[in-house]
């Protein structure tokens, strides 16, 4: 059996297995620890400065919920865009449409009573190549969807609604990826700004190789299975604020390509500051860091947000071994949780997710994982603060901050392989069992911690023949 040395992203790995619990100063009551340093995301899109103001109805649109205005909507944005750019208004009315496209340099404004709704005709939505599942594959445009366009944005006070009929998974009957609500590839430049959505069984705002993303003050609702309400899809300079987001999958889900094809494309998501949003989530995470993280996952902060209800934990970063790629220099401070059937924070960064079919082989394929900080959290009645026991021997995790963690709970912290670990306060109460349970984890307070028994580990992958891009 044979396999690439893909040596252009050759990742470092050093640490051996074994158990270190050594007595240092710092203690589970210690004083406060400073977290890794992070990347700070200030950015926001710029706003749109085109030379017209276009409004829908002078261009046929009926708005009455019964007559199909698409192409009546989509000629008012095409006019927009070769007229130079500028501002296309949808007035108060309910606006039915199949998929229509945002072109460089346009805002869509929606009125206070204007919504957006969505045939139930998947023939209304143009095929072409979108992301699903970290995979490019056929499918479905987005009900709102932009390629390749810079400075465009949508602003509210209006609503966007999709079919309920259109969600769903590719099946044997309906191969192609069902529509996203809002799909936006390879733009740059993107404001999205005060207005709700409304969908089932398929994500809300999806972008997809993009940057300088700006999102923020949106009411995000969306039930049933994969209704994620934001993926992240290997994007860069990210700003996520003021948003409220119940779903029926994770609420924002940070993505970036599963296997080899996205291992080799390579592109990363980074960047991201997550602030000021309120989660809660009935089938997952309010938070799904991964399980697609090929083309790896860096510099994410976020802060200040409430976890309202979470089906599983409200923080869950997950990955595969036969992923390859990094995560690294990821932050959570300053946040409350509560109504979590799973807990506070997971690790599964061995078996989370697909298995892809051009997995990334051997040590390579391991995620290298780095610089976890978690700050100031207050949880109420969490079953489980902490379960950190999903990570590979073979590559532990390198930087791991944990530190002024308040509330109630039924089940501490368990780590396993990490160096580099700093323990501070831990003030909780209600829990049974050990505060803290480590195995083959080194650093500062973890004097008090008991032992535990060694995870199971994944293998790391083989492979046939070397992989291309096809």
């Known amino acids: 059996m044979a396999?690439?040395?893909?040596?252009?992203?050759?990742?470092?790995?050093?640490?051996?297995?074994?158990?270190?619990?050594?007595?240092?100063?710092?203690?589970?009551t210690g004083s406060a620890l400073a977290a890794p340093a992070q990347t700070e995301t200030a950015h926001q899109a710029p706003p749109v400065?085109?030379?017209?103001?276009?409004?829908?109805?002078?261009?046929?649109?009926?708005?009455?919920?019964?007559?199909?205005?698409?192409?009546?909507?989509?000629?008012?944005?095409?006019?927009?865009?070769?007229?130079?750019?500028?501002n296309v208004t949808f007035p108060a009315g309910n606006y039915l449409t199949g998929a229509i496209q945002i072109r460089s340099n346009t805002t869509i404004t929606l009125e206070e009573g204007a919504i957006i709704s969505g045939s139930a005709d998947f023939d209304?939505?143009?095929?072409?190549?979108?992301?699903?599942?970290?995979?490019?594959?056929?499918?479905?445009?987005?009900?709102?969807?932009?390629?390749?366009?810079?400075?465009i944005g949508i602003s509210g006070p209006g609503k966007i609604a999709g079919n309920y009929a259109l969600g769903g998974r590719p099946s044997a009957e309906k191969p192609l990826r069902h529509p996203a609500l809002i799909e936006?590839?390879?733009?740059?430049?993107?404001?999205l700004e005060n207005f709700s959505t409304d969908y089932k069984n398929m994500w809300s705002v999806h972008p997809t190789f993009?940057?300088?993303?700006?999102?923020k003050n949106l009411t995000i609702r969306s039930v049933g299975g994969n209704g994620d309400g934001i993926d992240v899809d290997s994007c860069k300079q990210v700003r996520i604020e003021g948003c409220d987001i119940a779903t029926g999958d994770d609420c924002i889900s940070l993505k970036s390509g599963r296997g080899m094809e996205g291992y080799?494309?390579?592109?990363?998501?980074?960047?991201?500051?997550?602030?000021?949003?309120?989660?809660?989530?009935?089938?997952?995470?309010?938070?799904?860091i991964g399980s697609e993280t090929s083309g790896g996952i860096r510099n994410v902060r976020i802060e200040k947000c409430?976890?309202?209800?979470?089906?599983?934990?409200?923080?869950?970063?997950?990955?595969?071994?036969?992923?390859?790629?990094?995560?690294?220099?990821?932050?959570?401070?300053?946040?409350?949780?509560?109504?979590?059937?799973?807990?506070?924070?997971?690790?599964?960064?061995?078996?989370s997710g697909l298995q892809d079919q051009d997995p990334v082989p051997g040590k390579e394929g391991i995620p290298t994982v780095k610089n976890f900080s978690f700050t100031n959290i207050r949880v109420k009645d969490a079953p489980v603060l902490i379960d950190g026991v999903g990570v590979h021997p073979?590559?532990?995790?390198?930087?791991?901050?944990?530190?002024?963690?308040?509330?109630?709970?039924?089940?501490?912290?368990?780590?396993?392989?990490a160096r580099n670990a700093k323990i501070g306060k831990i003030n909780v109460s209600g829990f049974e069992g050990p505060l803290m349970s480590v195995y083959n984890v080194h650093g500062m307070g973890l004097q008090a911690a008991a032992a535990m028994s060694e995870p199971k580990a994944r293998p790391a992958i083989t492979v046939e023949k070397a992989y291309k891009l096809h």
């Not at 936006?184 to 404001?191: A, D, N």
């Open 3 to 28: 396999s690439s040395s893909y040596s252009r992203r050759k990742f470092a790995q050093t640490i051996g297995r074994g158990l270190l619990l050594a007595p240092v100063a710092a203690s589970l």
């Open 49 to 86: 400065t085109g030379k017209v103001d276009l409004n829908v109805r002078d261009y046929g649109a009926k708005g009455d919920g019964n007559t199909k205005d698409t192409i009546a909507l989509q000629q008012a944005l095409d006019r927009c865009y070769v007229l130079g750019g500028g």
């Open 124 to 151: 209304d939505y143009p095929t072409m190549q979108v992301r699903w599942e970290g995979k490019w594959i056929p499918g479905h445009a987005g009900l709102i969807y932009a390629v390749d366009a810079k400075n």
């Open 184 to 191: 936006l590839i390879g733009c740059s430049g993107i404001l």
């Open 210 to 215: 993009c940057d300088n993303i700006h999102i």
């Open 264 to 288: 080799t494309l390579l592109r990363t998501t980074e960047d991201v500051h997550i602030s000021n949003c309120t989660f809660a989530d009935s089938i997952f995470a309010c938070i799904g």
């Open 306 to 351: 409430h976890f309202k209800g979470a089906k599983t934990f409200a923080v869950y970063m997950k990955s595969q071994v036969g992923r390859g790629a990094f995560i690294e220099n990821i932050a959570v401070d300053n946040v409350d949780a509560e109504g979590m059937e799973g807990g506070f924070l997971r690790f599964n960064l061995m078996g």
């Open 394 to 417: 073979d590559k532990p995790l390198d930087g791991l901050v944990i530190d002024n963690i308040t509330g109630t709970c039924k089940k501490g912290i368990s780590l396993a392989n």
